[in-house]
Each structure stands twice: as C-alpha cells, then as structure tokens.
C-alpha cells in the first residue's frame, strides 16, 4: 500500500470510527511473546517480568504495566488506530472489558512450548486454552451469537519465534548441534501450522502474523554473539530472513486450505531493519546501545531502576532494553504493520 493510501486511511479512520461510536473491528486479540505481552507474566511465576520501573515510565500512567518497553507497544498503536479507546487487558488479570477482547501472549513463549516452558511463560498451547475459556465466558456474557460475531470479526495479532532462536535455539548445544538453523526452522514451522489451524478451529478469521525482525541486530544479540564487534550478527539476520521465507509460503499455503481465513504476515524485519541502520533518517539518535542501562545487555530483572547509565530521553533510542524497541520505535512500526495489514480490516 502506498503513502497516499495510506494517509487517506489515517484521515478517514478517525471518521469511520466516530460516525457510528464504534471501532473497525468488535475486538482485538494478541498470542505470543513479549511483543505483545501487556502484563500477563505479572501473573505467572516467572522471572520473565517488566512490571517494576523503568518498565512503563513514559506509559500513560507513567507506572510499570508488565509490557516490555518505557510506553505504548505496536499493539496499543494498533488498538488506537482501530478506534478502541482503551487496551485489552491481561487475560489473567481478571479484566471486566472482555467483550473487545484480551491479550494472551506471554514474555519468553515461542511457537515450541519447550520454549516457554524453560522460563515458565504460556506456551502457545496453554495461550489457546485461556482463550477457549475466553471464548465461554463471553458466551455467558453476550449470548452465543453475539460472541461467534466478536470472535469472527476480531482482528488476531501474533508475534512468536525470536525466543525459539535466542533462547532455546542459539544457546542449547542440545539443539544446535544436532540441527542447522533451516532444520530448526522447519520445526518451527510445523508448530506454527498447528496454532493457525488451531485458532481457526476456535473462529478466527483475520490473523496478522508478524516475521521474525532482524535477529542479529538486537542490542543483546551483538553483545552476546557478535565476537566483539558492534555490528549487526549476519549469519543471524540470516537465519531470520530464511525462517520469514517459510512463514510466508507456508501462510500463503495456509490461506488456501483453510476456507474463508484471512491470514497476513506483517512484516517487522525490514522496518526495524531501516531504523536500526539509518536512525537519523528516521529521526532517532541511537540503534547500537538500548536506552536501559549500559544499553548492551539488560532486559527484564537486569533493568530495574538501579541500572546505571539508562538514558533520559527514550524518544532517541530505537530500543528500550537489549531485547525490545522504545515506544517511540514501536509507534513507527505500528504504522508499517499497519500498512501491510490493512486488509484485515477492510
């Protein structure tokens, strides 16, 4: 989609939206990682945890919420451009508003539930079964025909896959060892397939899928794999771009079997990619060193107010913490997916 039609859509949204007080879609529902995790793993008992400042400084409430970032997530952009004047919330947090749906995606998961399961986070599985419980609920609450609209009209955003490479794969001689990074991506693949056809089985028909973002690039992942050097780790990048080739055809494939889906990849390498390579253009003053700390390593636990050197400025800084971009950069990607996933909404 291009600029043009893209800044209609921007102008005509908040129009579409206010001529019949009611968002673009009736819900919004997220699975899978910390992209997109806005709290749940306040509720686990994980040491995967944002809800403890810096986390959230620059939130609307300028307190920590659990989401992995000084602010608003891609997603919390998405919800606003859709019309939604308020967040779903944290499945396990017990919200009243369930009826524009929930968030499921928990910090440290993946599409392999070995993945979650080394951290303590939802595995995809378990994300799928609180949303069946989800659905029965609204189903007390809205009657079952009101509840098959919501669940059939609700756009579905999932985010998985950096922690099935960063923290499983990358790391567990177990598994790099015995398989090349394609091998594994293939196994990622298969349990990818699952999930869409699970959710499907359970109503969903718009699902936005994000692709992997340039791995390599990550603050933490230079540090930690780039052999002393503080550019981005191509064989990395490599990976990632090889494993989005799948995602694509195999959703492609997805999209042809399953009548009636609505299934988009949303793509969140090449963004992030342009940002962290050419920040001044983009209005940003650093992409090597996160905001948080020293800005090469610290996530979660290790970015906590004691953490010496956290910038004061954000705003600047492509990424927040080693792991996840600043609410400034998330803002900027939120439009692109948005871009790029407008025929979920159309």
């Known amino acids: 989609m291009d600029t043009i039609c893209l800044s209609i859509f921007f102008l005509l949204a908040p129009v579409i939206t206010l001529a019949n007080g009611q968002p673009l879609v009736p819900a919004l529902f997220t699975f899978g990682d910390s992209v997109l995790d806005v709290g749940?793993?306040?509720?686990?008992?994980t040491v995967i945890k944002a809800d403890f400042l810096p986390y959230g400084r620059d939130f609307i409430t300028h307190k920590p919420t659990g989401r992995?970032?000084?602010?608003?997530?891609?997603?919390?952009?998405?919800?606003?451009?859709?019309?939604?004047?308020s967040y779903p919330q944290p499945y396990l947090s017990g919200g009243k508003n369930l009826l524009i749906g929930a968030s499921f995606a928990s910090a440290a998961s993946g599409y392999l539930d070995t993945t979650a399961e080394l951290y303590n986070a939802l595995s995809l599985t378990q994300q799928l079964e609180y949303y069946k419980e989800y659905q029965n609920k609204v189903a007390e609450i809205a009657g079952k025909s009101n509840a098959s609209s919501i669940i059939s009209?609700?756009?579905?955003?999932?985010?998985?896959?950096?922690?099935?490479?960063?923290?499983?794969?990358?790391?567990?001689?177990?598994?790099?060892?015995?398989?090349?990074?394609?091998?594994?991506?293939?196994?990622?693949?298969?349990?990818?397939?699952?999930?869409?056809?699970?959710?499907?089985?359970?109503?969903?028909?718009r699902i936005g899928v994000t692709t992997l973002p340039p791995l390599g690039c990550l603050p933490a992942a230079i540090t930690v794999f780039g052999s002393d050097?503080?550019?981005?780790?191509?064989?990395?990048?490599?990976?990632?771009?090889?494993?989005?080739?799948?995602?694509?055809?195999?959703?492609q494939s997805l999209r042809t079997k399953l009548s009636g889906l609505n299934?988009?990849?949303?793509?969140?390498?090449?963004?992030?990619?342009?940002?962290?390579?050419?920040?001044?253009?983009?209005?940003?003053?650093?992409?090597?060193?996160?905001?948080?700390?020293?800005?090469?390593?610290?996530?979660?636990?290790?970015?906590?107010?004691?953490?010496v050197g956290t910038c004061a400025n954000a705003s600047e800084y492509v990424f927040w913490d080693g792991f996840h971009p600043s609410e400034a950069a998330n803002k900027f990607l939120a439009s692109n997916l948005l871009a790029s996933g407008i025929s979920l909404i159309s």
């Open 40 to 45: 749940i793993n306040n509720h686990l008992k």
């Open 229 to 251: 050097s503080n550019e981005c780790v191509a064989k990395l990048n490599n990976d990632a771009v090889s494993f989005n080739s799948k995602l694509n055809a195999t959703s």
């Open 68 to 85: 992995f970032c000084n602010g608003k997530l891609a997603s919390d952009f998405t919800a606003e451009y859709l019309g939604f004047t």
């Open 153 to 205: 009209g609700a756009i579905y955003l999932v985010s998985a896959g950096s922690n099935d490479f960063l923290q499983n794969y990358y790391i567990n001689p177990l598994l790099y060892k015995k398989y090349t990074a394609n091998q594994f991506g293939n196994i990622i693949i298969t349990s990818y397939i699952n999930f869409i056809q699970n959710l499907y089985a359970m109503g969903a028909r």
């Open 263 to 307: 299934l988009v990849v949303l793509d969140s390498y090449k963004p992030l990619y342009d940002l962290i390579t050419k920040p001044a253009e983009n209005g940003f003053f650093e992409s090597r060193k996160a905001c948080c700390g020293t800005g090469l390593l610290e996530t979660s636990i290790l970015c906590n107010t004691e953490s």
